[in-house]
């Protein structure tokens, strides 16, 4: 089992940036994907980006590509996101994610068996 624990959510203006940090703990952490996911109220959890255990690979949704960028310090067991061109419906709550052993860039919650606490964005217009 992997402990996540996410910062640096806040509110902003809308075009403003925000930068997401996340914790790992409990596995050997450059041998595994990360994901950001984010859950607005009464809307699903939907995927925001994935990157792969060395870095090399990164995934986007399409309503963040080009605004938002997934990184990862292996050294420090780190995982961010950076955000920017912030708009109102980025507002959520981002949740940083670790997959279940042998999912490699997955895009589905399903995939995922390790939660952080997550960190709440809100963009004001």
């Known amino acids: 089992q992997v402990q996540l624990v996410e910062s640096g959510g806040g509110l902003v203006q809308a075009g403003g940036s925000l930068r997401l940090s996340c914790a790992a703990s409990?596995?050997?952490?450059?041998?595994?994907?990360m994901g950001w996911f984010r859950q607005a109220p009464g809307k699903e959890r939907e995927f925001v980006a994935t990157?792969?255990?060395?870095?090399?690979?990164?995934r986007h949704a399409d309503s963040v590509r080009g605004r938002f960028a997934i990184s990862r310090d292996n050294a420090k067991n780190m995982v961010y996101l950076q955000m920017n061109s912030l708009k109102p419906e980025d507002t959520a709550v981002y949740y940083c994610?670790?997959?279940?052993?042998?999912?490699?860039?997955?895009?589905?919650?399903?995939?995922?068996?390790?939660w952080g606490q997550g960190t709440q964005v809100t963009v004001s217009s």
């Open positions: 990157i792969s255990g060395s870095g090399a690979v990164t």
């Open positions: 409990g596995r050997t952490f450059s041998t595994y994907a």
């Open positions: 994610a670790a997959p279940n052993p042998g999912v490699v860039l997955s895009t589905l919650p399903r995939d995922f068996g390790s």
